[in-house]
Every structure is written in C-alpha cells, then in structure tokens.
C-alpha cells in the first residue's frame, strides 16, 4: 500500500508538471499562432503540419518586427499626402487655366495682327505709290499657319522695274520703302512723338523734298524730331537745333525758330 501511495504522488506530481507544460504550449501557441489547441490538432490530422508550420514561421520572419506605431504614422502619412494631392489638383488646375488664358491670347493677338496687317499693307501701298510717284508695293507673309512667328517679306515695284523683294533694290530705293512703310505704320496708329535719325540720307535731292512733304503733311497729326544734314528736310523744319565749336573742345547748341526769323524779314 505504502509502495502504491507513493507511485499515485509521483504520477499526480507529473500530471501537475504536464498540466502546466500543456498551459504553456496552449499559451505559446495562441501567442505566435493565435490557434487554439484544436486548430492545431485539426492541421496536425490533416498532415503536413511540419511543412506548414515551417513556412508559416518563414512568413512571420519576413514581416519583421511589428512597427506598435503604424496606425498612427498611416494616419499621419494619409494627413499629409491628402494635402499634397489637394495642392497638386491646385497646382494642374492653374496650369490648365494658364494655358487656357494663353491661348485665348494668342488668338486675340492674331485677331489682330490679322486686322492691322491688312490697314498697313493697304496704307504701304498708298505710301509707296505716293513716294515713288508710282509703282506697287506689296507684304506678304512668310507662314499664314504661325502668323505671330513667321517673318514679313516685302515686295516693292519701282516705277519701271519688275516686282521683286526688297533685298534685290539699290540703298536708295531700300531706304525710300523703308519710309513709305514707316509713315504706312504711323497712319495706321499715328503716335504723339516720332524721332527719325538721318533715314533719309541714302536718297537723292528729289526724293528728300519727297520725304520732306511727307513729314509735312503728318505734323499734323504727331511731332518729329529729325536728325538729318539734308537740305530739303532741314526747309520745312519749325525749329533747328546745331551744334557748333567756337572754341576748340567747347561745344555750342544753337536753336533757330522759323517763325522769328520769317517775322524779322517780314
């Protein structure tokens, strides 16, 4: 009896130490796994528990360590990419208004580019014949598809001569187109103050009284300024303002006003 005694204290010891061996796999198993003893035993029924487990281990190492922090960094990093997306959607919405206003622009300043071409070709025509005592003149554009780009030729035709590009006249009748276009631009905007430095040196007597008359008829409407040694454009000045050295290295501006001296002659 003594003998058995014994042997049920030593059986009821290792129950106790197995009870508690089995609490600690259940726990392990629930904390790595979080599988009940019966999952398991159901995986272990079905076979291939080893392989499982293994590559379940392999998946739990790939992960790493888990970041306790991740909710609130998602949540932070949501916060702050929601802000960004809300500026960029600003930022391509401006550029697609930009680009809108631009190109309306653009086609507005074709409009009317468009519409002062044609009134300054019509009035270069008229200047052209005008100064040349005849002839044609003509601008063309290089590229009716980029009109805001392409370059302006000039034709002109000379009394006399066949039509050609501008490149192809002598100085004088270069110069004297180039006038005609220019008092062509100041009739169709005529400006309140125009300053002409000696463009019509290049031309012969005839044609400098031609300017002049030109110049003339629109003081009408603007004031110029003139710089210039030609005598025929010098006449028909108001006011002639030089620059004289009596002394050497000692420069003098000297006026003459038409009206006082036309009044002490008179």
Same mark, same amino acid.
């Given at each position: 009896?003594?003998?058995?005694?014994?042997? !049920?204290?030593?059986?009821?010891?290792k129950? /106790?130490?197995?009870?508690v061996?089995k609490?600690?796999?259940?726990?392990?198993l629930?904390?790595?796994?979080?599988?009940?003893i019966?999952?398991?035993?159901?995986?272990?029924?079905?076979?291939?528990?080893a392989t499982?487990?293994?590559a379940?281990?392999?998946?739990?190492?790939?992960?790493?360590?888990?970041?306790?922090?991740?909710?609130?960094? @998602?949540?932070?990093?949501?916060?702050?990419?929601?802000?960004?997306?809300?500026?960029?959607?600003?930022?391509?919405?401006?550029?697609n208004?930009?680009?809108?206003?631009?190109l309306?622009?653009?086609?507005?300043?074709?409009?009317?580019f468009k519409?002062?071409?044609?009134?300054?070709?019509?009035?270069?025509k008229?200047?052209?014949?005008?100064?040349?005592?005849?002839?044609?003149a003509?601008?063309i554009?290089?590229? @009716?598809d980029?009109?805001?780009?392409?370059?302006?030729?000039?034709? /002109?035709?000379?009394?006399g001569?066949?039509?050609?590009? !501008?490149?192809?006249?002598?100085?004088?009748?270069k110069?004297?187109?180039?006038?005609?276009?220019?008092?062509?631009?100041?009739?169709?905007?005529?400006?309140?103050?125009?300053?002409?430095?000696?463009?019509?040196?290049?031309l012969?007597?005839v044609?400098?009284?031609?300017?002049?008359d030109f110049?003339?008829?629109y /003081?009408?409407?603007?004031?110029?300024?003139?710089?210039?040694?030609?005598?025929?454009t010098?006449?028909?000045?108001?006011?002639?303002?030089?620059?004289t050295?009596?002394?050497?290295?000692?420069?003098?501006?000297?006026s003459?006003r038409?009206?006082?001296?036309?009044?002490?002659?008179?």
């Amino acid at each position: 009896m003594d003998k058995l005694k014994e042997s !049920i204290h030593q059986l009821e010891l290792k129950r /106790a130490k197995i009870e508690v061996e089995k609490e600690a796999i259940i726990s392990d198993l629930w904390e790595r796994y979080e599988m009940t003893i019966g999952e398991a035993l159901k995986m272990e029924d079905a076979g291939g528990t080893a392989t499982e487990m293994k590559a379940i281990k392999s998946d739990i190492k790939a992960i790493g360590v888990v970041n306790i922090n991740a909710i609130e960094e @998602y949540k932070e990093v949501s916060e702050r990419h929601l802000f960004l997306k809300t500026q960029q959607d600003d930022l391509l919405q401006g550029i697609n208004d930009l680009k809108r206003i631009i190109l309306d622009l653009e086609q507005r300043m074709i409009d009317q580019f468009k519409s002062h071409f044609d009134m300054i070709g019509d009035h270069f025509k008229e200047t052209f014949k005008m100064l040349f005592n005849g002839g044609d003149a003509e601008l063309i554009l290089a590229d @009716y598809d980029d009109i805001l780009n392409c370059d302006i030729d000039i034709s /002109a035709q000379p009394p006399g001569k066949k039509l050609q590009n !501008i490149n192809l006249l002598s100085g004088g009748e270069k110069a004297l187109t180039a006038i005609a276009l220019l008092f062509a631009i100041l009739r169709t905007k005529p400006t309140p103050f125009c300053i002409l430095d000696e463009i019509e040196a290049a031309l012969d007597d005839v044609n400098v009284y031609r300017f002049a008359d030109f110049i003339k008829e629109y /003081a009408a409407n603007s004031q110029f300024v003139v710089i210039t040694h030609r005598k025929g454009t010098m006449e028909i000045a108001d006011t002639l303002y030089g620059v004289t050295m009596e002394e050497y290295g000692i420069s003098k501006v000297l006026s003459v006003r038409f009206e006082d001296v036309k009044d002490v002659y008179n």
